[in-house]
């Protein structure tokens, strides 16, 4: 069974730095994408980054410059640094894993964590 862990949210103030890191154990597929998405309160999800199995890292606008993707494929984990955290960053933060980096096609999520970015 896949299973999909994320961990690293927390509260910081404006400005500051998280790193949330994710692991998926489990998944054989030849293709893949992981990615992170968010989601506050009444906004509709976001994908924050996405990785493809080719290593093809993709980022959303509103995080460019400030957030970076990393993958370590030896230990299987995924890393988003996050710096200069914006109060509107605050969300809940997923890690996924799928056939492809669309969020309809992600077959595996994570159950979130939490960052809180006060203002």
């Known amino acids: 069974q896949v299973h999909v862990q994320e961990s690293g949210g927390g509260s910081v103030q404006a400005g500051g730095t998280l790193r949330l890191s994710c692991v998926a154990f489990?998944?054989?597929?030849?293709?893949?994408?992981m990615a992170w998405f968010r989601q506050s309160p009444g906004k509709e999800r976001e994908r924050v980054a996405a990785?493809?199995?080719?290593?093809?890292?993709t980022y959303a606008d509103s995080v460019k410059g400030r957030f970076t993707l990393s993958k370590d494929n030896a230990k299987h984990t995924l890393t988003l640094q996050m710096n200069s955290l914006k109060p509107e960053d605050t969300a809940m933060y997923y890690c996924?894993?799928?056939?492809?980096?669309?969020?309809?096609?992600?077959?595996?999520w994570g159950k979130g964590t939490l960052v809180t970015v006060l203002s």
């Open positions: 489990g998944y054989t597929g030849s293709t893949y994408c």
């Open positions: 990785i493809e199995s080719d290593g093809t890292i």
């Open positions: 996924a894993a799928g056939r492809w980096c669309a969020e309809r096609g992600m077959d595996y």
